[in-house]
């Protein structure tokens, strides 16, 4: 009879492979194996190899709560929304946001939560956010409010707001675009098209988009010598544009031209403008903000300044993941 190889492999019982197989069969110790499935940390390119082929032979999989407690880690993220829930589906910034985040997650294990935040419910959502329900947070569309602010500073939770938040006395990681340019580029283009009477229906004054578009409006048309008073807030829905250019209109007849701090809110306007039968761009000239998709779908199609919301959101996910990054190499206490 020819001579045979006999390969030995771990006993293997009945049921799922467990952490003890995965260590026999890469020839690793328990707590090796352990480290090297949780993260890597402390275990050599050699040991983690080997860990990886005998999890890849056996067919192991992860238990995610035996490893959260290993790890103090829930591999999931927050996209933290505060804003009514109707304006989260329906809102293309929200879907940009979305987007750009979720590129940004995708060459991790990491699993994005969507928290929105409904007006007065800060409670909840400070307690689950303090509570090691996720490892990190990405903070979009905030309005001053300090209790959510101080509520992720106090709790050391990673986080990164887009948009740059109203918070005055510390250092708040965020990305965000420079509104105060866009906003005075808009208006110069109105008012380089011969535009004399320029009003603005501005965003929420209690964020910082609103606000610094209203002031590079402002900007432009004193530099240019003209009226800066035709001025109505809204809060960059189209039922606000609507509601912010009937009121801006009521008291300003005589305006040439509208920045609209938002496409939607635009798109409010120029309802407004249609059911008084001005035309646009002959008896009003419209520019919006953000470029998100509604700008081609208005008749005539919208002028409009392009906010790189999926570039911003993809970035700030980017931040939070080195911040993760960076908090698994440091020793835990």
Same mark, same amino acid.
């Not at 949780?38 to 080997?50: D, F, H, I, K, T």
């Not at 992720?152 to 707001?161: E, M, N, Q, T």
């Given at each position: 009879m020819a001579d045979s190889t006999v390969t030995t492999s771990p006993r293997r019982r009945a049921g799922a492979p467990t952490l003890e197989e995965v260590a026999e069969l890469a020839g690793?110790?328990?707590?090796?194996?352990?480290?090297?499935?949780?993260?890597?940390?402390?275990?050599?390119?050699?040991? =983690?190899?080997?860990?990886?082929?005998?999890i890849a032979q056996l067919g192991f999989t992860p238990n995610r709560?035996?490893?959260?407690?290993?790890t103090r880690r829930s591999d999931s993220v927050a996209l933290v929304v505060p804003e009514p829930d109707e304006r989260v589906l329906t809102d293309p910034f929200f879907a940009g946001t979305l987007n750009g985040l979720s590129g940004a997650l995708a060459p991790t294990d990491l699993q994005l939560v969507l928290l929105i935040v409904r007006p007065g419910d800060n409670a909840r959502a400070t307690r689950y956010l303090r509570n090691g329900h996720?490892? %990190?947070?990405?903070?979009?569309?905030?309005? =001053?409010?300090?209790? *959510?602010?101080?509520?992720?500073?106090?709790?050391? *939770?990673?986080?990164?707001?887009?948009?740059?938040?109203?918070? %005055?006395?510390?250092e708040v990681r965020h990305v965000d675009l420079d509104n105060r340019l866009g906003g005075r580029i808009a208006t110069e283009h109105l008012v380089s098209h011969g535009r004399r009477r320029i009003g603005t229906l501005a965003g929420p004054q209690d964020m910082a988009a609103g606000l610094d578009r209203l002031v590079g409006w402002h900007d432009a048309l004193r530099a240019a010598g003209l009226p800066d008073d035709a001025v109505a807030t809204?809060?960059?829905?189209?039922? %606000?544009?609507?509601?912010?250019?009937?009121?801006? *209109?009521?008291?300003?007849?005589?305006?040439?031209?509208?920045?609209?701090?938002?496409?939607?809110?635009?798109?409010?306007? *120029?309802?407004?403008?249609?059911?008084?039968?001005?035309?646009?761009?002959?008896?009003?000239?419209?520019? %919006?903000?953000?470029?998100?998709?509604?700008?081609?779908?208005?008749?005539?199609?919208?002028?409009?300044i392009t906010n790189p919301v999926v570039a911003m959101a993809r970035r700030a996910g980017q931040m939070l993941v080195d911040q993760l990054a960076g908090s698994l190499s440091r020793p835990s206490r």
């Open positions: 690793v110790s328990r707590s090796t194996a352990s480290r090297a499935i949780n993260g890597g940390l402390r275990v050599s390119p050699e040991a =983690q190899a080997s860990v990886d082929a005998a709560a035996a490893r959260s407690l290993v996720v490892d %990190g947070a990405i903070v979009v569309s905030h309005h =001053q409010d300090n209790a *959510l602010d101080r509520a992720l500073a106090d709790s050391h *939770l990673p986080h990164v707001f887009v948009g740059r938040p109203l918070e %005055g006395d510390r809204g809060d960059f829905t189209v039922a %606000g544009g609507a509601a912010a250019a009937t009121e801006l *209109l009521d008291r300003h007849p005589d305006i040439d031209a509208l920045f609209a701090a938002s496409d939607l809110m635009a798109v409010g306007a *120029l309802s407004v403008l249609a059911e008084r039968g001005l035309t646009v761009p002959d008896d009003v000239a419209v520019v %919006g903000y953000d470029n998100l998709g509604v700008a081609e779908s208005t008749k005539p199609p919208l002028t409009t």
